[in-house]
Every structure is written in C-alpha cells, then in structure tokens.
C-alpha cells in the first residue's frame, strides 16, 4: 500500500508539460508539500486564469495551474494570486512580477512560425508584457529570397517569465508555435567545460592570447579589416572577362567519367 | 428468513452493536418516535443538521454561483468576508508532517478551526460540516431499506492506523499524499471547483458503505474523522442517556447511530456509572435524540452527570 501511494504520488508530481504553476510557486517537490488545494489562488486571480486540477487532468489533483494557450497569466504588478495564498506555496518573496519563472517560451516549430517562413507576423512579440527584452526580434539573412530578412523571434530565458501570453497569441490556428515549457524542460544544460572566448575576454578586461594578426584580404585592402562587403560597383561586374582558370585545378577539376 | 433472524436474534444479545445492525436490517428506525412525538420532532437534529451542512456549502458556491463572495477557498483553507481565515487542521498536520511550514495565515486558521473542535466536539465536522456525510447517511438509510445484512465491516480501529499511515506517508514523500484520493477534500472541491473523475470516488465510498460494510468508511477507515475525533476526546458538548431508565430496549438509537458502540456504555452503564457518551467517536449527531420514542438523550455538557 506504501508502495503504491509511492508510486502514485511519484506519477501524479509529473506535471504535464503544458501544466503551469502560478507565478511564485514552490519548486514542483515543495511545492506539494505546502499547497493545500484550497484555491484562493485562483479565486483572486482577476483574468481567471488559474483552475484547480480535477481528478483525471494529469496535474495532482486539486492544485492550481494554468495553460497559457487557453488563458495565459496577465502578470498582475500587485500578483493578487500570491497575495491570497496562505500556506507560503506561493512564495511572498516574489514581489516583483518580472521575476516570476512561470516557464520558459521556446519558439518550438521553427516550420510553421510565419516569421520563420520570412513573414513579418510578430505577433508573439508585440504581445510580450516584457518586449525588447524577453523576445526579442533577431534579424538574419533569408536564403531563400536571397534579398529580403527574416525577423526571428527569440526568447530570452534572463527576462522571460512564462507568463504565455507570446503562446496564447500566437496566429496559427491550432497549437501555437510558441509555447512555454517547464523550464527544465526548456533549457538545456550548460556546457561547462566549454570556455566562452568573448565572456572569458570580457571577465579578463582583454584578449587572452593577444591581439590577432590582421592579415590583408586580396581585393579588400581598401576596407576595414573584417569588412567583406561589396557595393554595387565593386568587385567584378558583369561582362568582366572571367579570368582563365588553369585546367584541373579549383572544384570543377573537369574529370569526365 | 423471519425464523432465521429470530434464532441469530436470540444468540447475538440486542444490546450488542452486532444485534443493533441486525435490528436496523429488519426495522425502520424512528418509527415509534414518530408517533410519540410527530415526525418534526423526531426528525428535529437531523434536519438542522443537513441544514448545517447544506448551508456551509452554499456559503461556499454563492461565491463562484452569484458573485456574493461571503466565503472563499474550501474547507482545506479558507477565507470569509476578507478577513477570517480558517484552516483545516486535519491539512495542516500533513503540511507539517511533509515538512513544510506555512504563513502565519494559515497557522491562525488551523488555530481557530482546531480551538472550536477541541472545545466543543471534534467529529461535530463530521456531522455538520463534512459533505460526505450526505453520501454516506444516504447509503446508510438506503442499505436499511433494502435489508441489506452482512458485508465485511474492518475493524474500528483502522481509521487510527490509516491517519498514521497518512501522516507517515506524507513525511515519507515530502508532499501531501493523502490529499490526491482523500474522499472528503475532493468531495467538497468538486461541488466548488469542479468535479473532474472524482465523482468516481465518491461512488466508490457510497457503494462500499451500502454494498461491502455498513457505515465502514466513516466509521470505521476515514482517517480525517480519526482526526476529529481524536481532537474531540474532551470536548464539552456530550450527548447524555440522561432518562435511560425510561429506555425500553427498542434499539433504535443502534440502529441509526452511526458509531452504535458509543451507546452502550452510557445507555446500559457498561463500564461507566454516568450517562454521559464520552467516546470521542460520537459525532454529536444527535439522531438517537430524534429517533428515541421516550426521549431518553439530550445534549448536554461533559460536568452533566444528572439522570432524570
Ligand atoms: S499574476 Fe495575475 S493573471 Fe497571473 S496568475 Fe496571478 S493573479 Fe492571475
Ligand atoms: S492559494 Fe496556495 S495553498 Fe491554496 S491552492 Fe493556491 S497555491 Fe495552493
Ligand atoms: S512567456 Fe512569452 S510573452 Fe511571456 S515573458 Fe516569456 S516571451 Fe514574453
Ligand atoms: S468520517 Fe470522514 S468522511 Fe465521514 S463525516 Fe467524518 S470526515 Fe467526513
Ligand atoms: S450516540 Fe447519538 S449523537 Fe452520538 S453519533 Fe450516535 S446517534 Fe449520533
């Protein structure tokens, strides 16, 4: 008997990945040690965004939680939800909304995301209560069009709180392709033993290993060291004579079977 | 089937809880006190009863129902008019024994809740407050009407070993174990929260009380009225056999009781020269006052020794 209400409890504190905790709440373990079930929380909250689990939602039952593709957190300044809590499972050290770590937003379907495809939809963004900072639009090269960019939405897991508004928002009809994940679900690990050579530089107020040779890019000596750009003009135009290129050598080795 | 239950009748003594139940098998309890004294009076506690009963609840659903917030939370813990706290002592040992310490909210709330029980009677939650009760009087009263006999009664003591175990396992997985199947938390939740497959469970204890053991899950496993009524052990409102003289072994006060052992000490002085029912496990239910024909109970306190 032991042994099954071991197992069960042990089943039941898997929260599905779609189950968030209101903002402040205890590390999962903890968490359902001090959390009575009683619902003040979600009787204080104004946007109805937190319900009490119900035997067979895959959540221990009767604890608060939310899904932020139904109704996200609004990240209330005075988070009334905390307030109202009386065992502490919702910590009061929380004061300010920003620290909440609700989740993590992962831009999970990078296939159907329209900024992804090169659109400007950016939905996911203007939404987000901690814009500029949590998501942030990161523009990079489109190789398919070749002229254009594409605006990629990215979040930012020092400023991201979970709140699923981005989720909640996002256009595509069905599942969104935003979603905030438990954020041990969300983050990969560190990789320790590997050293960031820009933040090792930042931390020793130099380069480790000196300055670099700059050493001069044929065609660009007129530039400055590391710009590769070529402007309209410059370069080989078309109708430049293409300078004869020695047989078998570059890639084309112009070896027939 | 009459020849048979008159020869068990004849070896199992009618002052014994078993002969009581065999009683309640073939009789209508309450029926002589209907007459003697009209059947509001003989229904008196039990109607103020479920008005208790019904009426804690709908303070706690005119809230989510109309808006009227008089009363927020549940019985786990809860808030009334903004400013009462109060908290279900039974949780919070949990809390406790899963080692977390709560705000000082809560520990106020579990502080009034525990003082009013320890004074005035533990398992009175069980009978005014708990909406279990509903469920399983009900199928107490239906197991009656269908003669229902026999079933697999556990022992009474086992509400004692399931709370340790509760507290036990609590302290065991760090969280509050019980509370994920406790029958009496998500009855109540569900009626205000939403029911979600608990209504499963409250199935489950209705058709074990009626089909396996008559009055087996609060009488004799629900580790919250274990609780309670071990917080009530000298509490001050005692229901007294104050006229037992008067008793005219018509049994009816064993037959609705739901702890039917607590009488007979007190009814027919087994071990106790005082009329008083001490025994915790009385719930201060009050339905032996109704159901007895000759008005032998009344409630009264613990220092009210009179027999009249
Ligand atoms: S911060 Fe506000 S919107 Fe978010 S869960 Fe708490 S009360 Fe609800
Ligand atoms: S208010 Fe606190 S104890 Fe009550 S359900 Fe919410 S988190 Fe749990
Ligand atoms: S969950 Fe989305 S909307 Fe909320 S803070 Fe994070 S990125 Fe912004
Ligand atoms: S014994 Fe348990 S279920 Fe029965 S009335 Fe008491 S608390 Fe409720
Ligand atoms: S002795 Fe009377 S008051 Fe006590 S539980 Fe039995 S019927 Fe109820």
Redesign the interface.
Known sequence: ??LA??L???Q??ALPATALRPPGALAE??F?????????C???CPYDTL???????GV???TPYFEARKIPCEMCEDIPCVV??????LD?ALTDIGDARMGLAVLIDQENCLNFLGLRCDVCYRVCPVIDKAITLERIHNPRSDRHAMLLPTVHSDYCTGCGKCEKSCVLPGESAIKVLPIRLAQGSKAEHYRRGWEEKEAAGQSLIGDQVELPVRGLEDKAYGDTRVRPGEGPQPGDAVPARPAGSGLDSGWKP | MSAQTTTQARQVPPTSVRGAAMRGVVARPGQEAIEAKGWLRAHKWLLLRRLSQLGILALFLV?PWFGW?VV???L????TLGVL?L??PF??AQ?LA??????R??LL?GGIVLAFYLLLGGRLFCAWVCPVNLVTDAAAWLRRRLGLKGGKVPSGSTRYWLLG?VL???A??????W???NPV??VH??L???????W??VGAVFLYDLLIAPRGWCGHLCPQGAFYGLIGRSALLRVSAARRSACNDCMDCFAVCPEPQVIRPALKGAGQDHPLILDGDCTTCGRCIDVCGKDVFRISTRFDRSES
């Not at chain 1, 359902?32 to 003040?40: D, F, N, P, Q, T």
């Not at chain 1, 319900?51 to 939602?57: I, V, Y």
């Not at chain 2, 065991?172 to 174990?177: D, H, P, R």
């Open positions: 008997m032991a209400a071991g069960y409890s042990k039941a504190s373990g903890d359902l040690a001090a959390c009575v079930r009683c619902g003040l979600v009787r204080d319900k009490l689990a119900e035997l067979g939602d221990a039952s009767g109202a809590c009386p065992t502490g499972a009061r | 809230g917030w927020k939370g549940n786990a813990s809860s808030l706290p908290t279900d949780v919070l809390q899963a080692g977390h310490w709560p705000y909210e809560a709330g175990f036990v396992i609590a065991v997985t760090g969280s509050l174990a509370e994920w199947v938390s998500m939740r569900g205000i929260f939403g029911f979600g497959l608990a499963g469970i």
